[in-house]
């Protein structure tokens, strides 16, 4: 997600600035600063809030809570917003401060200029473990949002929360069980991402016509964006204007490989000497959909092609790596 910061003040301006040149010292990307935006700041939040920017305010809190009306929906969805004051004395996360990340973003922001970060979700007060955070650190789907109240009620009083893994669930009912699906008494189930979508296209291909197209090949294969692990691609590709366009609204990464790994890839593919000739492979998406998915991986749609664009998607073979 690209940092977009908007201020109305030089001493905002220069707060921005110093966030800055103390993040280019650790690496950090930069923060966009739009100054008293030409089209209005409620304008300008409507449009970075849809393309899922995160969006730091340099102003009073009632600014960015007024310019924000009407537009959160969704905790596990709302790009992070943050606001620091004028004097910057303090760093306030107000949205998405889990799913987001913009609570662990705020920390580094204070970080950089000696600020306060003021955090004021109730886990993190409470140093109470975070289901929505867990989740979205290990790329675990949430199919039940609403379940998500009631384990963190229990964090913070301090009683215990009880986890399993796949196909170890214990014989009493649990907090939260992380498999594919279970037919166990539990209060949470977190689905491992199964899929990996596999994108090639046209040099500076619109960005709307790459999201419809995106999101008219799930729909038609019925998976849920919420589903796909990975959008993968050609490492030429990786920093189009459409590939970031999904990263940043769907919060999905981006994985890119080089020509010759992508030749590497196990599996039978079709083939293009355009492509070939163009980027130094004759396949783009079905190749990087497989690779992006790991080993024992395969394809349940292989190449669609529209209109200077292509699509393939990946089943991931092994999801449970990590955990076992």
């Known amino acids: 997600m690209k940092k977009l910061a908007v201020c109305f003040t030089e001493k905002a301006e220069h707060i921005i600035d110093r966030i800055n040149e103390e993040g280019a010292k650790k690496g950090i990307e930069p923060v966009g600063v739009c100054i008293s935006p030409d089209e209005g700041v409620d ?16 102003c009073a809190t009632g600014i960015a809570v007024r310019a924000l009306s009407h537009l959160p ?17 303090f760093v306030i996360p107000i949205l998405s401060g889990h799913a987001g990340g913009a609570n662990k973003l705020a920390a580094v922001l204070a970080d950089l200029i000696g ?9 993190d007060v409470n140093d109470a473990f975070s289901v929505d955070t867990f989740a979205a650190e290990n790329r675990l789907r949430i199919l039940d949002r609403s379940a998500i109240k009631k384990i963190s009620v229990k964090s913070i009083e301090e009683k215990k929360i009880t986890l399993s893994i796949k196909d170890y669930p214990p014989d009493e009912p649990v907090d939260i069980i992380v498999a594919d699906d279970t037919d166990r008494e539990c209060s949470l189930l977190l689905k491992p991402k199964e899929y990996t979508v596999g994108i090639g296209m046209k040099k500076n291909r619109d960005k709307d016509d790459v999201e419809a197209f995106f999101l008219r090949t799930l729909k038609e294969c019925n998976i849920d964006h919420s589903d796909v692990y990975a959008i993968c691609t050609i490492d030429v590709k990786e920093d189009e204007k459409a590939v970031n366009n999904l990263r940043d609204k769907y919060r999905i990464p981006v994985l890119s490989f080089d020509s010759a790994l992508l030749e590497k890839a196990d599996g039978d593919f079709s083939s293009s000497a355009f492509v070939k000739d163009t980027v130094g492979v004759d396949n783009v998406c079905e190749r990087a959909a497989i690779l992006g998915a790991g080993v024992r991986s395969e394809l349940v749609m292989k190449k669609k092609a529209e209109d200077g664009m292509t699509i393939a998607i990946a089943k991931r073979g092994n999801l449970w790596g990590r955990f076992m």
């Open 43 to 58: 304008e300008w939040t409507r449009s970075n809030f849809a393309a899922g920017n995160v969006l730091i305010f340099v």
């Open 115 to 123: 600020a306060i970060p003021v955090i004021t979700t109730a886990t």
């Open 73 to 89: 929906k969704d905790k596990l969805s709302d790009c992070p917003v943050i606001v620091i004051d004028d004097n910057a004395t």
